[in-house]
């Protein structure tokens, strides 16, 4: 089975901080993703990467940086974290498999506080 | 843009019973439709997945359809059990990303 690390599951941070969320998957996808989910908006999009050191931006890419230095790899990067950021923070990488069927693995989520 | 919207937001049945949840989306042009299970504070586990070709896949005591010309699936959940409770998402995919809809939170009384 793929398996799609979350390094931290509980995370407490300050306004002004930066902080770092990391994502490691072991079955050599080739697409990682970053949501995050709030209650009422659902998932969103953040970042999202089809190959090392290659990244695009989702639907809510500000106040967000993103890295992908190896292909197992994604991090996301909370250049000065603010209260607005506090949200569970999902990481999801896939295999396109066909004519681009993405089929995604969720990581278990970090649940971030600003405060 | 496409648009995912799952129908009713919250739903709480009693053990043994069947049912539905829904899915409508609007635009038909999609490679596939997945349907995922989210526990309170964790992450989705997929349930199942429909091929763009496909109508329907069973896994267990569950079946999703999917009738694109209608915009629209189901997950159907056969003899429903407290541990089936949880929130349930439809996603779509029709390029690089998948679009959620916001969800159905399931409770399953005992």
């Known amino acids: 089975d793929v398996k799609v690390t979350q390094s931290s599951r509980y995370l407490v941070k300050r306004t002004g901080e930066k902080v770092f969320l990391e994502c490691v998957q072991d079955?050599?996808?080739?697409?990682m993703f970053w949501y995050r989910q709030d209650p009422g908006l659902g998932l969103r999009l953040i970042y999202f990467?089809?190959?090392?050191?290659?990244?695009e931006k989702g639907d809510i890419p500000e106040g967000y940086s993103v890295s992908r230095e190896k292909k197992e790899r994604f991090s996301l990067i909370l250049e000065s974290a603010s209260t607005n950021q506090t949200s569970m923070y999902l990481c999801?990488?896939?295999?396109?498999?066909?004519?681009?069927?993405?089929?995604?693995?969720f990581g278990a989520g970090s649940r971030l506080t600003v405060l | 843009k496409q648009e995912v919207t799952q129908i009713p937001a919250a739903l709480s049945v009693p053990e043994g019973e069947n049912l539905v949840l829904n899915c409508s989306f609007t635009?038909?042009?999609?490679?596939?439709l997945q349907w995922f299970r989210q526990d309170p504070g964790k992450g989705l586990t997929s349930l199942l997945l429909?091929?763009?070709?496909?109508r329907e896949q069973t896994s267990g005591r569950l079946n999703a359809s999917l009738d694109k010309s209608s915009g629209r699936s189901t997950l159907y959940i056969a003899a429903s059990q407290p541990g089936d409770s949880a929130t349930y998402l439809c996603?779509?995919?029709?390029?690089?990303?998948?679009?959620f809809g916001s969800g159905t939170r399931l409770l399953v009384r005992p």
């Open positions: 990467s089809y190959d090392v050191k290659m990244k």
């Open positions: 079955m050599d996808h080739e697409n």
């Open positions: 996603a779509l995919s029709s390029s690089y990303k998948l679009i």
């Open positions: 429909i091929q763009s070709s496909q």
């Open positions: 635009d038909s042009a999609i490679y596939n």
């Open positions: 999801a990488s896939s295999l396109v498999a066909g004519s681009g069927a993405n089929v995604l693995t």
